[in-house]
């Protein structure tokens, strides 16, 4: 199974801006589609963004026109610009690839990265 590992969360002011980044080893060269998502408290893990194997992106709604997805395929990392946080992006963000568990794209989930947006 492939795994993730997110970097890049941090605190920032309402306004402000940060880029997550999402190493997943042979990702690229299996040709897998990968997602952002985030978790608030006790919340259920909500989708906010995916990059396909063909480079096609998605975003969720809440966050169209702020957050970009991107890939580097030569590093294997997958990257989520945010701009114009707000404080209810605050969350544990995760990246993992999109993929049936019997597939060879399957991965697990990384340890997530903390983003902390205070008004």
């Known amino acids: 199974q492939l795994q993730p590992m997110e970097s890049g969360g941090g605190s920032v002011q309402a306004g402000g801006s940060l880029r997550l980044s999402c190493i997943i080893p042979e990702f690229t060269s299996k040709k897998c589609a990968v997602g952002w998502f985030r978790q608030f408290g006790g919340k259920e893990r909500t989708w906010v963004a995916s990059?396909?194997?063909?480079?096609?992106?998605s975003t969720t709604d809440s966050v169209d026109g702020r957050f970009t997805i991107s890939e580097d395929k030569a590093k294997d990392t997958v990257y989520l610009q945010m701009d114009s946080l707000k404080p209810e992006d605050t969350a544990m963000y995760s990246c993992?690839?999109?993929?049936?568990?019997?597939?060879?794209?399957?991965?697990?989930w990384g340890q997530g990265t903390q983003v902390t947006v205070s008004s």
């Open positions: 993992k690839t999109i993929a049936p568990s019997d597939w060879p794209c399957y991965s697990n």
């Open positions: 990059i396909l194997a063909d480079g096609t992106t």
